[in-house]
């Protein structure tokens, strides 16, 4: 297939002719947050081909975005992973994130529930950093099957996946439930009297950590 181009000698429609491709900052965005195999980025793209995603992952991979590498032992799996090239379009992506939330739907009835890529990135794009001033913390978010660690110090936050030895919080619930307490349309009060989210840790964190986000002010 002839790759398509602008054929426009400008930056912008450099960078379009690359990530203006259908799916590919989808890709970028589930590989922000660390590595993933080739089955977590189908779960995470519902919508997308096998053949199609076998086939952007190539042309990235070939233009120096991404990477193959294969897990130490015991995983020992083949997975993907951003590049330095790839990781430098974060700042970027988080932009767009905030001016995209104009058109989001008003809930997830008629489409489908955000994968752990596209939380992480909300997360970062709404982070208040004016209320995480002076707050040293690490809550680890298990929705679903995924986990994410969240660190925040001291007005800046990071987000990757997997379990952290020493989180100050553990916070286990649904991605549905999740998206409702960030977006504020769920209490976490009556989450937690629901028994819809459990709380490893001080109880407060979970509000302290929900008014870190512009997305329920």
Not at 11 to 29: C, K, P, T, V
């Amino acid at each position: 297939m002839k790759k398509r181009s602008y054929n426009q000698f400008c930056a912008l429609a450099s960078a379009l002719d690359i990530i203006g491709e259908r799916w590919n900052l989808l890709i970028i965005r589930e590989l922000l947050t660390g590595p993933r195999r080739y089955t977590d980025l189908i779960d995470g793209l519902p919508g997308i081909s096998t053949n199609l995603l076998a086939e952007r992952l190539k042309e990235l991979e070939e233009l120096g975005i991404i990477r193959r590498c294969m897990l130490p032992p015991p995983a020992g799996s083949t997975v993907y992973q951003l590049t330095s090239l790839g990781q430098a379009l974060e700042t970027s992506m988080i932009e767009l994130g905030k001016w995209g939330s104009r058109f989001l739907p008003a809930s997830c009835d008629e489409v489908n529930l955000p994968s752990v890529g596209a939380i992480s990135l909300a997360i970062k794009a709404f982070f208040h950093p004016q209320t995480a001033q002076g707050i040293n913390e690490t809550y680890e978010l298990h929705l679903d099957q995924e986990v994410l660690q969240v660190n925040v110090s001291d007005g800046e936050i990071s987000v990757h996946q997997g379990q952290y030895r020493n989180p100050d919080a553990i916070f286990y619930t649904t991605m549905q439930v999740f998206v409702d307490l960030f977006t504020g349309q769920f209490d976490p009060d009556e989450a937690v009297a629901n028994d819809l989210l459990r709380i490893e840790g001080d109880p407060d964190t979970l509000k302290r950590f929900l008014r870190l986000s512009k997305a329920t002010v």
